[in-house]
């Protein structure tokens, strides 16, 4: 016989679960789970959505809006349960591949038993993360103009949001609604025609039907999902992981700039002092001395609204007001040519510097993307699950990598047997050619 314990109900709610007892309809597993005492008990009502008794739990617009809904009772919240598990073992295990957790329904019961400690408030449950990206999920998809996601494609958004949401600058987003609707379109087509030698059929429309969230299934899926739209992600740019200069920075930068607005020319008082990004942070500005610059707190706001939506192809031609350009160059990771261009690896490619059968590595990572330079500028990436082709080395490496270390910490083993950084090869570039060929229009 199973006891379960009512803890946080009202009187009409328990009357509720009476009456449906005495009706024959026993408590489903998620019911139950409902019943644990604790706060990951009401984060997943809150999100989930509930309604019984007097007392009723909307539940996220994730769940309401962009999610198919189901009628089985505790369905969504079972979801919600599943999907922030899985979430949450990626974010604990620092996105290891092996990472990706079991969430069957005993897997389930034990995570809540083993979280009655759970805080939501505190980031380390990263319950604040999750609603973060739900919030992002809303704001992307939940605009009602395509059919509510399936359960499967609901992990996928979840896990790949996790992933760029606030790491990169947001340019991502324009090309993630096109590239989602792609892909979208071609998994329809191969649920259609279940043509083996179709990927989306073999690497993911097979993986929809039973135990689809096993964790294997979640896992391969997620893998073919995350490749997929990341071919088309050509902007992702890293942001400094660090947002705010310290002390001693602000101190060094107050003297290098000699007490001197950099942006009216005036003099600061040490107390209206204000350290400004020259490249935005939000666009991937470093919080690096480079990037920094004096101001005063008015001419701060000022400057940064000016600065909104600051893109390098937004700056004209020869425009003035270009401080940035030549601060950036002298020690910056991101090396200018000599039109002020960023030094890309197709010009390293197109230049003979890059032959085919580079190997980029990462040394924070084991991480390998073979080069192979032809027309159509491509790499090759390999890892455990095949290999994959990609238009611009930032789609590969930006998520393969943790983003504070994308630049600095690429060596590339050279065919020769050679080992150089990227960064090297990028410096003598500068020295032997000066300039980027005019149609160099790709940038890392
Ligand atoms: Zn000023």
């Known amino acids: 016989m199973q006891v379960v314990l009512i803890t946080n109900s009202d009187s009409n709610e328990i009357r509720d679960l009476f009456i449906r007892l005495q009706a024959g309809l026993p408590l489903t597993a998620q019911e139950k789970r409902d019943a644990w005492p604790g706060d990951f008990t009401k984060f997943i009502i809150e999100l989930g959505g509930k309604a019984s008794g007097k007392k009723t739990w909307t539940g996220h617009d994730f769940f309401r809006k962009v999610l198919k809904g189901s009628a089985a009772r505790g369905n969504q919240r079972k979801l919600c349960a599943t999907m922030f598990m899985q979430f949450y073992s990626r974010r604990n295990n620092k996105y290891h591949p092996e990472s990706f957790s079991s969430v069957n329904a005993l897997d389930v019961d034990n995570f809540y038993q083993h979280h009655v400690a759970f805080d939501s408030n505190a980031e380390t449950s990263h319950a604040p993360r999750f609603r973060e990206v739900l919030d992002g999920a809303v704001q992307l998809l939940g605009d009602g103009r395509r059919p509510r996601l399936e359960a499967h494609m609901g992990y996928n958004v979840i896990l790949l949001l996790d992933v760029v949401m606030g790491n990169f600058a947001p340019s991502w987003r324009g ?140 700056v004209p031609e020869g425009s003035v007001d270009k401080p940035w350009e030549e601060e950036r160059a002298p020690g910056s990771k991101m090396k200018l040519d000599a039109m002020g261009k960023r030094v890309s690896t197709k010009s390293l490619a197109d230049a003979g510097m890059l032959p085919d059968g580079c190997q980029f590595v990462f040394r924070t990572k084991k991480v390998t993307v073979l080069a192979v330079f032809k027309e159509p500028h491509r790499f090759v990436y390999e890892d455990e699950f095949g290999t994959q082709e990609f238009s611009t080395f930032r789609a590969v490496v930006a998520l393969k990598a943790s983003p504070a270390h994308v630049w600095d910490n690429t060596e590339v083993q050279l065919p020769s047997g050679e080992t150089r950084s990227l960064d090297a090869l990028r410096a003598e570039y500068i020295d032997v050619f000066g300039s980027s060929p005019a149609d160099d229009d790709e940038e890392e």
């Open 175 to 314: 090309q993630f609604i096109k590239a989602f609707d792609q892909f979208n379109a071609q998994l329809a087509a191969a649920r259609k025609s279940k043509d083996p030698s179709d990927e989306y059929w073999s690497k993911y429309g097979s993986m929809t039907g039973v135990a689809a969230s096993s964790k294997g299934r979640v896992e391969l899926r997620y893998r073919f999902f995350e490749r997929q739209m990341l071919q088309q992600f050509t902007e992702l740019v890293p942001l400094d992981t660090q947002r705010g200069y310290s002390l001693g920075e602000r101190e060094l930068v107050f003297h290098r700039d000699r007490g001197v607005c950099q942006l009216c020319r005036r003099a600061v008082d040490w107390e209206e002092a204000e350290i400004d990004h020259i490249v935005p942070h939000a666009v991937g500005g470093k919080t690096s001395l480079e990037n920094a610059r004096l101001v005063h707190r008015l001419c701060h706001a000022r400057g940064a609204k000016a600065l909104e939506g600051y893109r390098d192809e937004d």
